[in-house]
């Protein structure tokens, strides 16, 4: 369970547990008489030696969570291969010295994807787990209607009922988001992404021209990376290897287009023609210097110990790059580079401006049209475009609502942290105002250590730092209530998501009936690796004795 692996196999000897126990027969020699008996060994058994497994994880997270008080649900959905679908839900808390955790507390088979099937399966598992509503201060979701709607949404249905849980749309899906937009509005960027996605699915699925592909690469650039598949949300990869493999994929598309004469054949005398082309290079560059450093935002988001000041941050970091690229200087730099290293390429053609069209006559007002003077006067505005749409994209899409409170608690704390006056804001209800404001007061003779407070994670270090002291801790009690609170809010469902990795793996093509018991307790036990030590072996006994007869039965031997 711990390395996701399957229990049993076409039969029970051939099962990994089966052959497992063999191989320890060899230094155990009670084991062969065990194995020969082919006691406690029936699917029901390791089914239920599984649930005690994952219910004693459980138990052990849950008992961190409800120490650390509050915490915040992220979830998402997705469907297996058994066509079953499936709704993650983790909970991200914070550790006594502020460190963040998220941890995936199972699936939850649901008939539907309903607002309201998903908020009563929230519901239902925070009763089983313990963890009462009141205590949640946060959620995390995608921006789906089901999840985001304002009426019938998962997020606004929970907030409703318990104002505190901020309801909160996945910033990594609204940078995914913002490129899928500029992909679809920009007229170089969507053709060169079309281009990326017909190549791929010319070449990758298809075993004869890769290898005419994997050929002509090992005579041409062997150093260059392979191909790789236009991911939905990480495209630059799949730019970079087209870029670096241009000269090799020229000529495996001639080749394929000057053999053949199927429909595969056109395809690639098509694009080979496109590839030759100067203006579908540019396009190219232009998508890999956005993606570029969309791709550095991205990975930021999704990590879990970023919070939302963090997450502002390199939002802040990324768009102050755009702006950076958005001068004359800047475009002649990178027209420069795109025109010196497309003539490092042979086969691309010059730069050329394209043909005059004739205005249609009912579209003919008398002015006369705009007139290029040079294919870089051409470019340059489509290059601005794409610059000013993206940086909008960003403003509209991370300027949500929800964190507005969190962005009054960050001025909050580092405001007052620098000695200037303050005041609590208030939408701060949950906590001792008076004594919050007091010792807001107190911070700076805390900070002493730092010049200038910058940033939340001063505030941190110089709590942790005191963790031995309990006189200084509980004198800001109020303030690290408000920290944690703070830092408990997530920003991204990337966790979530992430557990759908443990799903594919588990259930797999020749697992695809494994119960939704035995799938949470492999996938617990497979995640949460770090906790299968923790098991506490008088709460296995416990539950070995006080079930039914007849687990005492199956299980006595081992009682």
Known sequence: MRQGLAVRGHNEEEGNLFQLLKIRSKDVPELDTYIKANK????????????????SILRSIMSDIKAAKWFSVIGDETNDISNKEQFNISIRWVANDFFVHEDPVGFVNVPDIQGQTLYLAIKDVLIRLTLPLS???GQAYDGAQN???????????????????????SLAHCLNLCLQDIARSSKPVRDAMDLVFEIMQLIKFSPKRDHLFQQIKLDETPEAPGLRLLCPTRWIRSLDS???????????????????YDEYSRRAGGQH?????????????????LFGASEQLSCTLQSKQTSAQDAFRAANLAKAFYNRQRTDEAFENFYSSVLREAQGHEEIEEPVLPRKRKVPRRLDDG??????????DYFQPQYFDVIDKIMVELDDRFNQPSFRLVQ???????????????????????????????????????MQGFKQVTSIDNLCAALVENKSNNVVRSMFSEVEKMLHIY??????????????????????????????????????????????DLVDLKDVAIAFTEGHETRQQYFGTIH
């Open 242 to 260: 087209v870029l670096r493999n241009y000269s090799t994929l020229i000529h495996t598309l001639e080749h394929i287009s000057t053999t053949g």
């Open 147 to 169: 999840m985001q709607g304002k009426v019938k949404g998962v997020g606004p249905r929970l907030a409703k009922e318990y104002p505190p849980a901020i309801a909160v749309h």
């Open 487 to 532: 830092l408990t809010i997530p920003v991204t469902p990337s966790t979530s998501e992430r557990s759908f990795s443990a799903l594919r793996r588990l259930k797999t093509y020749l697992r695809s009936t494994m119960t939704q018991k035995r799938l949470n307790g492999v996938m617990l036990c497979s995640v949460n690796k770090d906790r299968l």
């Open 273 to 289: 023609t496109l590839m030759d082309k100067f203006s579908t290079f540019f396009g190219l560059k232009l998508a890999q210097l």
């Open 367 to 376: 002015a006369a049209g705009h007139v290029y003077e040079s294919p870089k």
């Open 40 to 55: 406690y060994m029936s699917p029901g058994i390791q089914n239920e030696m599984i649930s005690l497994f994952s219910n």
């Open 408 to 446: 009054k608690i960050e001025e909050m704390f580092i405001t007052a942290a620098n000695g200037e006056k303050v005041a609590v804001p208030e939408e701060i209800v949950q906590l001792n105002i008076d004594r919050l404001s007091l010792q807001l007061k107190m911070l700076p003779d805390l």
């Open 135 to 137: 205590d949640c201060r």
